[in-house]
């Protein structure tokens, strides 16, 4: 595709965009009475519109039914979460058996290193991406300490090349090889928080099997902005928030993957609770732990149903769109924006440098040259939603759910004028 930076392009683009429907179907803040221009949904996606009939559906509920709403509400309370397991099956490429939805991410990823971080004397290593994400970090130095290990042995970090933005994936192979029978476990975010790289999912889960590890992967900056075929790559489990890319709201439930291996099996460790077990025979109130036989086993608390009801609402957007259509879209609108930046760059003279690699989401991480905080400050005024990193980044997510090529080519130019307006 041949772009253009212009306004009449932009506009063109947007006429012949299968998706223009859906920006109507979220709400936007407004920056001097104008919709903002919104970079930052992968830190927290926009509010579908369809949110708040879900929640106010299940306070209706309330309201009418009390308790007798766990089994008489129009989507009963007592097995709602099971409605997000297909959509969001077919957003991680799994069946809908492996997936369940319960507490919060970093939560998840705890609960799931009880079943998948079992570590010996010999077998106790964990390998992850250097500077993960802080509470990955944080997560695996406590589990290695639980555990009785000392992290600095036991957590074996991939660097990046000196000089370089991204990791390899000879690298991320080599190392895995390296630690080989005292590997426990491999765990990486699939799509990394800082730089946007998209993991070679694949290839790093075939490579840590070979190696009789377990492997999993923090799919919080992955689902719903890549494809994701976690069935097929023979992952062993996964875990991701919904308040990134797929629109729940602050703070909301998280997805997790269990491989249908492990289901319905009684040699795999597990925390339990009450929501794990069958729900034929959950109220019977039995002293044995019967497990569900599906990825709800790993449930422990009944389901906070007020966070699901909008985590389903827009997953039903999901449904109808479909993955394929948002990747195709977000091809085009990263690459337009990409190419705005590309094209400013040589008005203002060098000031981008775009870290992220070409394997990539939406998400565009540009280091600004000769520019600080005070240009992120301007652009927030200005009514550009984006989100900085030290030293020196930002973080541009062009959602294609509700981002448009006329937002791309308004912040090129304002951005020119903010940065020629300085020098
Ligand atoms: C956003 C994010 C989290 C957030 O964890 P919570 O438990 O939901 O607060 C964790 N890991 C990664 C890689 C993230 O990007």
């Known amino acids: 595709m041949n772009f253009e930076n212009t306004l009449s392009f932009a506009v063109e683009m947007d006429k012949n965009d299968a998706l223009k429907g859906y920006r109507e179907k979220f709400i936007y803040p407004q920056v001097n009475s104008k919709d903002v221009i919104y ?43 099971e409605r997000l397991a297909k959509p969001l099956a077919k957003i991680v490429g799994a069946k809908p058996e492996e997936v369940s939805v ?36 944080y997560m695996f130095n406590s589990q290695v300490k639980f555990h009785g ?25 080599n190392k895995i090889n390296e630690v080989g029978d005292e590997l426990a476990l491999v765990l990486i975010g699939g799509v990394n928080y800082y730089n946007g790289q998209v993991f070679d999912m694949e290839a790093i889960t075939a490579a840590g099997k070979a190696q ?10 992955a689902v719903g902005n890549v494809e994701l075929n976690l069935s097929k790559w023979n992952v062993d489990f996964a875990a991701w928030c919904s308040y990134k890319y797929t629109n729940s709201g602050p703070g909301n439930a998280s997805g997790v ?38 990825a709800d086993a790993w449930q422990v608390s009944n389901p ?6 909008p985590y389903l609402a827009s997953l039903q957007l999901f449904e109808e769109v479909g993955m394929p259509a948002l990747l195709q879209k977000q091809r085009l609108l990263t690459g337009y924006l990409e190419f705005v930046l590309n094209e400013i760059d040589k008005e203002v003279e060098t000031v981008f440098e775009i870290i992220t690699p070409k394997e990539r989401g939406c998400q565009l991480s540009v280091f600004l040259h000769g520019e600080g905080r005070e240009l992120f400050d301007k652009l927030m ?43």
């Not at 970093?106 to 802080?134: D, G, Q």
């Open 149 to 173: 290990f000392n992290p600095e042995e036991a957590i074996v970090e991939v660097k990046k090349r000196e000089g370089e933005h991204s990791w390899r994936t000879e690298d991320i192979l």
């Open 212 to 221: 009789g590890a377990f492997v999993g992967w923090d799919l919080a900056h």
């Open 257 to 294: 993957f269990i491989n249908e291996k492990y289901l319905g099996k009684e040699d795999i460790p597990r925390f339990e609770g009450w929501w794990g077990t069958k729900k034929e025979t959950r109220f019977l109130m039995k002293p044995e732990f019967e497990p569900a036989v599906n």
């Open 304 to 309: 906070p149903v007020l966070s699901l009801a």
């Open 39 to 81: 970079f930052t949904g992968n830190s927290l996606g926009l509010q579908p519109k369809v949110a708040k009939d879900y929640v106010d559906e299940v306070m209706k509920d309330w309201a009418e039914l009390a308790v007798e709403g766990h089994f008489y509400a129009e989507k009963p309370w007592w097995d709602y979460h």
């Open 381 to 423: 005024k200005a009514g550009v939603i984006v989100d900085w990193r030290e030293p020196n980044v930002i973080r541009l997510a062009p959602v294609p759910f509700y981002c448009s090529f006329e937002d791309m080519y308004r912040f090129g130019q304002l951005l020119k004028e903010l940065i020629l307006s300085k020098k």
């Open 102 to 137: 319960m507490n919060t991410l970093t939560v998840n990823l705890h609960f799931l290193m009880v079943s998948f971080y079992r570590p010996t004397k010999k077998r106790f290593k964990i390998l992850c991406e250097e500077k993960a994400f802080p509470s990955d970090q």
